[in-house]
T-cell receptor, first 114, second 113 residues
């Protein structure tokens, strides 16, 4: 089983619908992240969390919200989806030990908003 | 604010040829630097990282990268490319202790048999 699991892997929805992308991890990591990937733009940080009581906005948080339900679960919500939120979304996790730096990524959730 | 520039959007090399992917960063102090690889349909995987010390770092799959402070660069190299190296490569920078990675826009590598 994957260490970082994202569901759903693919989703097509309509403008105005509420969408939730879920992420769960078995690595025991404290840090969890949501990134968005668009062709030619690389990965951009949406939100990140260092524990269940710590939520931080990233570079492009407008139009998104998150919930850290437990150490192992971090979900991303689009309250009212719009077409320019069509993208590939990645969840990632990392430890808090010094000088680790490595993030572990899920396989991505491809979202299409019509 | 930290930033990363990968000047090459797409590079094509022949199998067996050497490879160098360029990365320039902007950060006020010595950053933490990373190279990740994304195979088609997959998430990102860490190739190598630099925190301090020896400026030439070795990674997985035969890759290496050299940190050059004077040039604000962290270029990725491989002496002989294999067809399985075809993927997209991302350079990333983290301000020391910030736990926030900023990624470049990526370089897509194609390998000609």
């Amino acid at each position: 089983d994957a260490d970082v699991t994202q569901t759903p892997r693919n989703r097509i929805t309509k403008t105005g619908k509420r969408i939730m992308l879920e992420c769960s991890q078995t690595k025991g990591h404290d840090r969890m992240y949501w990134y968005r990937q668009d062709p030619g733009l690389g990965l951009r940080l949406i939100y990140y969390s260092f524990d269940v009581k710590d939520i931080n906005k990233g570079e492009i948080s407008d139009g998104y919200s998150v919930s850290r339900q437990a150490q192992a679960k971090f979900s991303l919500s689009l309250e009212s989806a719009i077409p320019n939120q069509t993208a590939l979304y990645f969840c990632a996790t990392g430890g808090l030990a010094a000088n680790t730096g490595e993030l572990f990524f899920g396989e991505g959730s491809r979202l299409t908003v019509l | 604010a930290q930033s990363v520039t990968q000047p090459d959007i797409h590079i094509t090399v022949s199998e067996g040829a050497s490879l160098e992917l360029r990365c320039n960063y902007s950060y006020g102090a010595t950053p933490y630097l990373f190279w990740y690889v994304q195979s088609p349909g997959q998430g990102l995987q860490l190739l190598l990282k630099y925190f301090s010390g020896d400026t030439l770092v070795q990674g997985i799959k035969g890759f290496e990268a050299e940190f050059k402070r004077s040039q604000s660069s962290f270029n990725l190299r491989k002496p002989s490319v294999h067809w399985s190296d075809a993927a997209e490569y991302f350079c990333a920078v983290e301000g020391a202790g910030s736990y926030q990675l900023t990624f470049g826009k990526g370089t897509k590598l194609s390998v000609i048999p």
